[in-house]
């Protein structure tokens, strides 16, 4: 590849240690030992992952990671420290949008799949970007493989979308939007360890917040690659509730984006009628019922509705033309 990984420490041997690991899987990656050397690399390389120390002499890794942000604002950015304590992650979070932190020393299975979720995470960016059809979609096919049980679920998703669009007389670029956001909506999950999501049982607080910051991430990945803002209010909400109980706003009724409700139902119905580790999936009499029993509180009514007679009768589907505000 011609993006690099570029490793910051000013201890030789953990410098040492990292470019072993990597070259062990065939990767070599670009090491400094400061941030001055770090920032000359940057400018002269393109670097995807950047890891940086956060105690060093002269500048900080916060403080460097920050400058990276205008510098190279599609780097992702990784903060390792040999402590981890609360003002330090949220100087990290406000300073300089820090994607994750390692904690030395690292776990080598953990460190490289931190790192390949920040490759993917840099290259969902710049395909984004692009706006190449077949290289986002081939890109959600690689994020779903971080769990099996949702393979082909994101498509899944579009395709209910869209029928309902069609039923709402929503033009194309609306429609084109939609079918983006389905098919992204789950892509802030590039940032959830593999352990929480085939996690079998209750979370914990610290995996609960996890999951729950995926819409954020996911929406930040939007802006960075200029997406309009239908696709960045489908990712950023479609965890919403319409009784205000959802995540990660609160958002209520019609505060939420109607772009996020359309989806919130057809994410919630392909869930329920795909199989889970968890759980078999649900006959559609059973999903339609369920999605019945939740309009008001967890779904929009409304739209709710409009869905289930377009998927019980498709004869119907072109017959009426619905504009939901």
């Known amino acids: 590849m011609s993006e690099k990984i570029l490793f910051v420490d000013d201890e030789d041997y953990i410098l040492e240690i990292a470019q072993t690991l990597f070259a062990k899987k065939g990767i070599r990656i670009l090491a400094a030992k400061n941030a001055v050397d770090a920032l000359a690399l940057i400018r002269n390389h393109e670097i995807a992952v950047?890891?940086?120390?956060?105690?060093?002499?002269?500048?900080?890794?916060?403080?460097?990671?920050?400058?990276?942000?205008?510098?190279?604002?599609?780097?992702?950015?990784?903060?390792?420290?040999?402590?981890?304590?609360?003002?330090?992650?949220?100087?990290?979070?406000?300073?300089?949008?820090?994607?994750?932190?390692i904690v030395k020393p690292w776990n080598n299975k953990q460190l490289f799949d931190i790192i390949e979720d920040a490759r993917k995470r840099y290259a969902l960016i710049k395909s984004l970007r692009?706006?190449?059809?077949?290289?986002?979609?081939?890109?959600?096919?690689?994020?779903?493989?971080k769990d099996s049980s949702t393979r082909g679920h994101s498509e899944r998703v579009a395709k209910y979308v869209l029928l309902l669009a069609q039923e709402m007389g929503l033009?194309?670029?609306?429609?084109?939007?939609?079918?983006?956001?389905?098919w992204l909506h789950d892509c802030g999950k590039i940032g959830v360890s593999e352990s929480v999501l085939h996690h079998n049982g209750p979370l914990d607080d610290a995996d609960m917040h996890m999951v729950r910051n995926h819409p954020l991430w996911g929406a930040e990945v939007a802006r960075k690659a200029r997406l309009p803002e239908t696709v960045v209010?489908?990712?950023?909400?479609?965890?919403?509730?319409?009784?205000g109980k959802g995540y990660p706003a609160g958002l209520k009724g019609k505060d939420i984006?109607?772009?996020?409700?359309?989806?919130?139902?057809?994410?919630?119905?392909?869930?329920?009628?795909?199989?889970?580790?968890?759980?078999?999936?649900?006959?559609?009499?059973?999903?339609?019922?369920?999605?019945?029993?939740?309009?008001?509180?967890?779904l929009d009514p409304v739209l709710v509705d409009l869905f289930l007679k377009i998927i019980r009768n498709s004869d119907?589907?072109?017959?009426?033309?619905?504009?939901?505000?």
């Open 130 to 145: 692009k706006g190449d059809e077949s290289a986002i979609l081939s890109l959600v096919h690689a994020l779903e493989l």
């Open 171 to 182: 033009d194309a670029d609306t429609k084109r939007s939609l079918k983006f956001g389905s």
């Open 257 to 298: 984006p109607v772009e996020a409700r359309i989806v919130g139902i057809a994410d919630v119905f392909d869930a329920l009628t795909t199989e889970r580790p968890y759980r078999k999936s649900y006959e559609i009499e059973e999903a339609f019922d369920i999605l019945s029993s939740i309009k008001g509180s967890v």
């Open 50 to 101: 950047l890891v940086s120390d956060n105690q060093m002499p002269g500048m900080k890794g916060i403080d460097l990671l920050s400058q990276v942000k205008t510098i190279s604002p599609d780097t992702v950015k990784i903060l390792m420290t040999g402590y981890a304590d609360l003002t330090t992650a949220i100087d990290a979070i406000n300073k300089s949008e820090v994607f994750r932190f």
């Open 316 to 325: 119907t589907m072109a017959a009426s033309h619905h504009k939901i505000d």
């Open 233 to 243: 209010n489908i990712i950023l909400s479609h965890h919403e509730r319409y009784d």
